[in-house]
């Protein structure tokens, strides 16, 4: 009997576009957000999945954007076309 193992979709654990332009303020800029989104994975992981989020209000917050008071989109919306 013969058998066989496909590995499909593998990928670098690190993938980085790699630019001429990159300078040490971009890297210092990567670096400092790994270690934010690690922190934010390790509170989720101790406080509960999905507890911390990255300004994103939640869905029955009572003070959610209204727009009652903007101006008609007269150009950006066809169904507010007068």
């Known amino acids: 009997m013969k058998g066989s193992v ?4 593998l990928v670098d ?12 303020e971009r ?8 270690k934010l989104m690690a922190a934010l994975d390790a509170l989720n ?3 509960g999945k ?3 989020h990255l300004g994103v209000p ?14 008609p989109r007269l150009t950006t919306q066809w ?3 007068p």
Do not use: F, Y
């Open 6 to 9: 496909m590995l499909l979709d």
């Open 13 to 24: 654990a690190n993938p980085e576009q790699l630019s001429l332009l990159d300078t040490p």
């Open 27 to 34: 890297k210092a800029q990567r670096e400092r957000d790994h």
């Open 45 to 47: 992981g101790q406080v």
């Open 50 to 52: 999905s507890t911390v």
């Open 58 to 71: 939640s869905q029955n917050a009572t003070w959610h954007l209204r727009c009652a008071h903007r101006t």
């Open 79 to 81: 169904r507010e076309i």
